[in-house]
Every structure is written in C-alpha cells, then in structure tokens.
C-alpha cells in the first residue's frame, strides 16, 4: 500500500509541477519588422544563407502579453525548440520569418529564441507546431506592404506622417495598431516594427486592451534596402 501511496504522491507532485509551468496570458502581440530598418549603419545586417530577404515586413514573433502589459518569458524549460516538429513549415519560415542576424544563419537559432522567450509561454493555447503555424497564417492574413501601399505609402526613402501610416493600417486591418521607430543612419525617425494585437487562439484580430507606449516622431522614413548595409552585427 505504501509502494501505491508513494507512486500517487509523485504522479500528483508531478502534475502539480508540470502546470506550474503553464503561464497564462491575455492575448498576443503579432509583431512585424521592416526588414531595411534592421540594415544601416547603426545596425546593420546579415542576410540568410537563403539569400537577401524581400522587400516586405518579415515576421518577428508572436508575444503572449498580460493586460498589465507584462510579458512573460521563458516558461517551460522541459518545452525546448525542436526543429523536427516544423519541418513542414521550414519553407515558407524562411520567407515570411527570415533572421538578419550575423554571422549569415537559417534563421534556426532566431526561430529557437522566440519559441524558448515566448513560445513556451502560450503552452496553454498553442503546441509549439501550432504555435509557428498560426504565425505564419497570420503574416499572410496581415499584408501590411500591401496596406500601406494601397494608402499610396510606398517604402521609397520618403518620409510619411506617422498619422497617415496608422491610419491606413486601420482602414486595411480593421484596427488600430502600435508602430514602433527607430533611427536611420541620418538620424531620421524610420519605420521599425508594428504590433497587432491577436486574441488567445492567434488566429483573430483584436482591439488592442491597452495602448503600448512607443515613440515615433510625426514624419518618420519608409526605406529601402540599401546598397552596403550587409556585414556588421545585429542583436533581435
């Protein structure tokens, strides 16, 4: 009986212990880089081993958020990266969610980083298959280059009111978004990153809870890969 006693207590500890490591969350920050931003002086790139990236929004990550606007991270470490669950997804990961880091990479450890810091913490919701599945799904459900080109905003170098680009992001997507800048090698406010926020599932829009705070000037640079911005190291 004791033997029986003992192997319960453990099952029981050890269920305990598992979902513990189940963090909940309120919903997502589907976050979208503008790839050229990454690539000046001041941070400049490496493109893939697949070759130079198009001119497009690639993927950043999918970020579980509280309504408190903390993040969690690093939830589970018994839930590593394992690139053998997404082996179907490798393609169209290497277009839509390329890394920029150097030395030039497959953009694997990128894709590891963000399931360890981010993934781990949507567990409750998402397997990590389902994880990258419904971010990529989500990168082709939000065409943000399209949107913005449809406003007549074109990534041409040319500065843009930072009223205009939300506003036809809105008028595209259904809802507001946060747009996060920072500084070309000029020293010109660019066009960085654009958070959408995305209900528990990642598969809908929603209005964001809270507004996260970014700063942007009023006119910020729309730009364009240029011509030697390949070779110095970047951090994501």
Same mark, same amino acid.
């Not at 919903?27 to 050229?36: A, G, H, I």
């Not at 941070?43 to 309504?67: E, M, Q, R, S």
């Not at 040319?158 to 809802?175: P, T, V």
């Not at 942007?216 to 890969?225: A, K, Q, T």
């Given at each position: 009986?004791? +033997?029986?006693?003992?192997?319960?207590?453990?099952?029981?500890?050890?269920?305990?212990? *598992?979902? +513990?490591? /189940?963090?909940?969350?309120?919903?997502?920050?589907?976050? $979208?880089?503008?790839?050229?931003?990454?690539?000046?002086?001041?941070?400049?790139?490496?493109?893939?081993?697949? %070759?130079?990236?198009? *001119?497009?929004?690639?993927?950043?990550?999918?970020?579980? /958020?509280? #309504?408190?606007?903390?993040?969690?991270?690093?939830?589970?470490?018994?839930?590593?990266?394992? =690139?053998? $669950?997404?082996?179907?997804?490798?393609?169209?990961?290497?277009?839509?969610?390329?890394?920029?880091?150097?030395?030039?990479?497959?953009?694997?450890?990128?894709?590891?980083? =963000?399931?360890?810091?981010?993934?781990?913490?949507?567990?409750?919701?998402?397997?990590?298959?389902?994880?990258?599945?419904?971010?990529?799904? *989500?990168?082709?459900? /939000?065409?943000? *280059?399209?949107?913005?080109? #449809?406003? %007549?905003?074109?990534?041409?170098?040319? +500065?843009? %009111?930072?009223?205009?680009?939300?506003?036809?992001?809105? #008028?595209?997507?259904?809802?507001? /978004?946060?747009? =996060?800048?920072?500084?070309?090698?000029?020293?010109?406010?660019?066009?960085?990153?654009?958070?959408?926020?995305?209900?528990?599932?990642?598969?809908?829009?929603?209005?964001?809870?809270?507004?996260?705070?970014?700063?942007?000037? &009023?006119?910020?640079?729309? %730009?364009?890969?240029?011509?030697?911005? &390949?070779?110095?190291?970047?951090?994501?």
């Amino acid at each position: 009986m004791k +033997s029986i006693y003992f192997i319960l207590l453990n099952l029981f500890i050890s269920q305990c212990i *598992l979902s +513990s490591q /189940v963090q909940t969350f309120d919903f997502f920050y589907f976050v $979208q880089q503008w790839q050229p931003a990454l690539c000046d002086k001041k941070a400049a790139c490496c493109y893939p081993t697949t %070759g130079k990236p198009a *001119l497009d929004f690639g993927i950043h990550g999918l970020w579980p /958020v509280n #309504n408190n606007h903390t993040f969690p991270s690093f939830c589970n470490e018994n839930s590593p990266f394992d =690139e053998n $669950q997404i082996l179907d997804l490798m393609s169209d990961m290497q277009k839509d969610w390329p890394t920029l880091a150097c030395p030039k990479n497959n953009g694997k450890k990128f894709w590891a980083h =963000e399931w360890n810091k981010h993934g781990t913490c949507s567990l409750s919701m998402l397997d990590m298959h389902s994880y990258f599945q419904v971010t990529l799904a *989500l990168k082709e459900k /939000v065409n943000l *280059l399209q949107v913005l080109k #449809n406003a %007549g905003i074109r990534p041409d170098g040319r +500065s843009y %009111g930072m009223k205009a680009i939300k506003e036809a992001i809105k #008028n595209g997507i259904g809802h507001d /978004v946060v747009i =996060e800048c920072s500084n070309d090698v000029f020293g010109n406010n660019q066009l960085f990153q654009v958070y959408i926020c995305v209900d528990k599932t990642g598969s809908d829009l929603i209005e964001c809870p809270m507004i996260l705070k970014r700063k942007c000037d &009023e006119n910020i640079v729309f %730009g364009d890969f240029g011509s030697d911005t &390949e070779g110095s190291s970047i951090s994501l």
